[in-house]
């Protein structure tokens, strides 16, 4: 049972922190005096813009991610008395 409310303890702040981290850079992007919203993947993009969105992104939503699962898990081990298994096993 813990295992189960690991994975979705774990993985859904994982994923709503990820999905939060995008909408604030795109946010912070089109502030910035860029007002079109930027899709890295189109050709008429310049590449270095694409490339400046992108790389703000995958740090902005990894961050976020390693921020609330390891938040996760501190309030898995205060609510069990340990870290999730995975955490223990070395697999997180």
């Known amino acids: 049972m813990e295992t189960m409310v690991w994975r979705v303890l774990g993985t859904g702040s994982a994923v709503a922190a990820g999905i939060l981290a995008n909408k604030v850079v795109t946010e912070l992007w089109k502030h910035s005096g860029r007002d079109e919203i930027l899709d890295p993947r189109d ?50």
Do not use: D, N, W
């Open 43 to 92: 050709p008429r993009t310049p590449a270095k813009e694409a490339i400046l969105f992108a790389a703000l992104t995958g740090l902005a939503v990894g961050a976020a991610r390693v921020v609330v699962t390891r938040k996760a898990a501190s309030y898995f081990a205060k609510s069990t008395g340990h870290l999730p298994k995975p955490m223990q096993e070395g697999q997180a």
